[in-house]
T-cell receptor, first 110, second 114 residues
Framework: ELKVEQNPLFLSMQEGKNYTIYCNYS?????LYWYRQDPGKSLESLFV?????AVKQEGRLMASLDTKARLSTLHITAAVHDLSATYFC??????????FGAGTTVTVRA | SQTIHQWPATLVQPVGSPLSLECTVE??????LYWYRQAAGRGLQLLFY??????ISSEVPQNLSASRPQDRQFILSSKKLLLSDSGFYLC?????????????FGEGSWLTVV
């Protein structure tokens, strides 16, 4: 069975501090995706990680992939209010079909 | 660049009524298209996917069906809605030529079955 587990499910961040969201998956996957979802909105693509050791960065967000550990992390540097959202990781199976984690709801407080 | 249009954006339907949600894409040719549903307590779940006209694969048994009558059109339907069909329906696209490995999502359709 394909399983994607994220933790934590809820994350209260203090502005200016650093945090990490973890994404574990149960079987080998070629690709790992990170998405952002704002309340009531669709999914926005953040990163696609294709190989072991892949690291991608955009602004305050950095994602990495360790295929041997079946682990991806999303690191948030110096959190700001604009980063409040729900973050999903997903892995592919078959024809780029996505199996999603439960999501991590991030709230950034002053 | 490719764009995904979904309509209607929001609808409220009584139990037992039919459903038709439409997804139309632009700026692509022969894309992979997907229907996902996000429902309370069930997360994001793949419902159907299509690799071409008339080619539909169902991922989970359910009260819904999908069709792809044209290369850039993907339709989600039901003959009789159930309360459990309520949710946020998302159409997604993957187009090898331009997007490579990226999978894009439309704006979604909110369905409430009452």
């Amino acid at each position: 069975e394909l399983k994607v587990e994220q933790n934590p499910l809820f994350l209260s961040m203090q502005e200016g501090k650093n945090y990490t969201i973890y994404c574990n998956y149960s079987t080998t996957s070629d690709r790992l995706y990170w998405y952002r979802q704002d309340p009531g909105k669709s999914l926005e693509s953040l990163f696609v990680l294709l190989s072991n050791g892949a690291v991608k960065q955009e602004g305050r967000l950095m994602a990495s992939l360790d295929t041997k550990a079946r682990l991806s992390t999303l690191h948030i540097t110096a959190a700001v209010h604009d980063l409040s959202a729900t973050y999903f990781c997903a892995r592919t199976f078959g024809d780029y079909k996505l199996s999603f984690g439960a999501g991590t709801t991030v709230t950034v407080r002053a | 660049s490719q764009t995904i249009h979904q309509w209607p954006a929001t609808l409220v339907q009584p139990v037992g009524s039919p459903l038709s949600l439409e997804c139309t894409v632009e700026g692509t040719s022969n894309p992979n298209l997907y229907w996902y549903r996000q429902a309370a307590g069930r997360g994001l779940q793949l419902l159907f996917y299509s690799v071409g006209i008339g080619q539909i694969s169902s991922e989970v048994p359910q009260n819904l069906s999908a069709s792809r009558p044209q290369d850039r059109q993907f339709i989600l339907s039901s003959k009789k809605l159930l309360l459990s069909d309520s949710g946020f329906y998302l159409c997604a696209l993957r187009w090898t030529v331009s997007s490579g490995n990226t999978i894009y999502f439309g704006e979604g359709s909110w369905l409430t079955v009452v």
